[in-house]
T-cell receptor, first 115, second 115 residues
Framework: AQKITQTQPGMFVQEKEAVTLDCTYD???????LFWYKQPSSGEMIFLIY??????QNATEGRYSLNFQKARKSANLVISASQLGDSAMYFC????????????FGAGTRLTVKP | NAGVTQTPKFQVLKTGQSMTLQCAQD?????MSWYRQDPGMGLRLIHY???????DQGEVPNGYNVSRSTTEDFPLRLLSAAPSQTSVYFC??????????????FGPGTRLTVT
């Protein structure tokens, strides 16, 4: 069974600095996708970034990048130039392509950006 | 497009009552799913569907039923509500993996309290 681990329950970062949120995963499949979602205090789930298991380059979306280390089974989210609006819960998720297709989530990291 | 819609937004039930949480999407996605979110536990998969007429269990299916008679709708039924089912419920949809980007799109959530 797939498992997603986020070891940082809470993180603080100073405004305008970069921060890395950790995520490790466990799967026996070769084909899978890794996702990060943001959940602000209002509660909605916002998709941030996606990395495919066969993608050779790390995914980037604006200030978000995904540091993908396949051999170590890690998919860390890097947020550059943090903004106050980045304060939220962040969830890492994985979806195996050929095994049920379901998406499983980590427990999340609460990021607080300090002014 | 409305995306993924959920009704109701809030609901209070007494132990033993039954109810249906509604979910609809207008993106013609084959895959739909239901999650519950409890504090500190991230999102856990209840049931999912890969197309009309096809459903399967996720991590925490006990006490819940689903059906998928159309591509658009995926209702979640609580048969006999228990206090342990107090949670926030999210419905999500996506294309099947292999059909382009397959991140899940989430509804706004239903906050359910069982007394």
């Amino acid at each position: 069974a797939q498992k997603i681990t986020q070891t940082q329950p809470g993180m603080f970062v100073q405004e305008k600095e970069a921060v890395t949120l950790d995520c490790t995963y466990d799967t026996s499949d070769q084909s899978y996708g890794l996702f990060w979602y943001k959940q602000p205090s209002s509660g909605e789930m916002i998709f941030l970034i996606y990395q495919g298991s066969y993608d050779e380059q790390n995914a980037t979306e604006g200030r978000y990048s995904l540091n993908f280390q396949k051999a170590r089974k890690s998919a860390n989210l890097v947020i550059s130039a943090s903004q106050l609006g980045d304060s939220a819960m962040y969830f890492c998720a994985m979806r195996e392509i050929y095994n049920n297709n379901d998406m499983r989530f980590g427990a999340g990291t609460r990021l607080t950006v300090k002014p | 497009n409305a995306g993924v819609t959920q009704t109701p937004k809030f609901q209070v039930l007494k132990t033993g009552q039954s109810m249906t949480l509604q979910c609809a999407q207008d993106m013609n996605h084959e895959y739909m799913s239901w999650y519950r979110q409890d504090p500190g536990m991230g999102l856990r998969l209840i049931h999912y569907s890969v197309g009309a007429g096809i459903t399967d269990q996720g991590e925490v299916p006990n006490g819940y039923n689903v059906s998928r008679s159309t591509t658009e709708d995926f209702p979640l039924r609580l048969l006999s509500a228990a206090p342990s089912q107090t949670s926030v419920y999210f419905c999500a949809s996506s294309p099947l993996p292999g059909q382009g980007s397959y991140e899940q799109y989430f509804g706004p959530g239903t906050r359910l309290t069982v007394t």
